[in-house]
C-alpha cells in the first residue's frame, strides 16, 4: 500500500525572522514620557483607565482592533490627541512608558497574545527601527545654589540650607553654631534668649554662669556670627530689647544687593 504524504503549502509558514512580521502592517511605535502616562492613566491588571473622563469617554482607555479586517492578531490601541492631529498607540507601548518610560526595543506578548498587556507579560523582540528610536532625553542641568554653596559631600548646588551645612561652610565655631543652631529651631519664628542660653551651655553641668555673664558671651559670639553670615542670604533678626532672636532665609543675590 503506498502512502501519500501532502507536503504543506510554502505560505502556510510564518516567517518570524524579522521581530516585525510579528505585528500587523500598520504597527506604530509611538510612545509618550512616564510623566505624561501617569497623568493621563492608572494602570490596573493589564489595562489602563483614564483618568480624567471627558465627553463619551469609557473609563477603558482604548480599543480591540483588527480582529475581523485582517487575518493578524487584534491588538489593542488608544488614540490620543486633536482631531486634526490625532495618533494611535499601541497599549503595550503605553504600559511600558506607565511603568519605565520610553524603550528602544520593539515589545511583544511572552505568551503570544497581543491582547494581554500586563506588564509582567511584554517582552522583547529586538531593536526598534531607527526611525523609530525615541529621542534620547536632555541631560539634566546643574541647579545653581540661590545661597552660592555647592554641597561637601556631592558637589550640587545647594537649594535648601541648614544649620549644621552653614557651620561647614562658612567657619563657624562651636559656640556660634550652637546659637545659630537654637535661633534655626524657631523656623523664621522668635526664640527666646532662655532657649538660646539652654542651647549655649547645655553640656555645662552647672548650667552656665550667670545671666549677665551669659549674655555678654551671647552679644560676642553673635556679632561675629551676623559677620560671618554677611552676603550668604543667612541673616539673624533682633525682635524687641531681649526679646529674642529669628531667622531670616532669602538667598545669596538678594543679601548682596540689599543696602547695609
Request: aromatic residues 10%; charged residues 25%; proline residues 7%.
Amino acid at each position: 500500500m503506498n502512502i501519500f504524504v501532502k507536503k504543506p503549502r510554502l505560505s502556510s509558514y510564518r516567517k518570524i525572522e524579522n521581530p516585525l512580521d510579528r505585528f500587523p502592517s500598520w504597527q506604530t511605535f509611538n510612545q509618550i514620557d512616564k510623566e505624561r502616562a501617569r497623568e493621563l492613566f492608572d494602570y490596573r491588571d493589564g489595562k489602563l483607565y483614564w483618568r480624567n473622563m471627558v465627553g463619551r469617554r469609557r473609563p477603558e482607555a482604548g480599543s480591540e482592533l483588527m480582529r475581523k479586517t485582517t487575518g493578524g492578531d487584534p491588538v489593542w490601541v488608544i488614540s490620543l490627541g486633536s482631531r486634526q492631529e490625532v495618533r494611535r498607540y499601541m497599549r503595550c507601548y503605553l504600559v511600558w512608558n506607565w511603568h519605565y518610560g520610553k524603550t528602544d526595543r520593539i515589545l511583544r506578548p511572552l505568551d503570544g497574545d497581543h491582547l494581554n498587556d500586563r506588564i509582567g507579560n511584554i517582552g522583547f523582540a529586538g531593536p526598534l527601527p531607527q526611525e523609530d528610536m525615541p529621542e534620547p532625553a536632555p541631560a539634566p542641568q546643574p541647579l545653581e545654589s540661590k545661597y552660592g554653596v555647592n554641597c561637601p559631600c556631592c558637589g550640587a548646588g545647594v537649594q535648601v540650607m541648614t544649620a549644621d551645612l552653614a557651620t561647614q561652610v562658612y567657619g563657624i565655631t562651636e559656640q556660634q553654631a550652637r546659637i545659630l543652631r537654637a535661633i534655626w529651631s524657631g523656623k523664621g519664628k522668635p526664640v527666646h534668649m532662655e532657649r538660646v542660653f539652654s542651647e549655649m551651655y547645655a553640656d555645662d553641668p552647672d548650667g552656665g554662669p550667670t545671666q549677665e555673664k551669659m549674655y555678654l558671651a551671647f552679644k560676642v559670639a553673635m556679632s561675629h556670627l551676623r559677620t560671618k553670615l554677611e552676603g550668604s542670604g543667612i541673616s539673624v533678626e533682633t525682635v524687641g530689647y531681649r526679646q529674642g532672636y529669628r531667622l531670616i532665609l532669602g538667598d545669596r543675590a538678594t543679601s548682596l544687593d540689599s543696602p547695609a
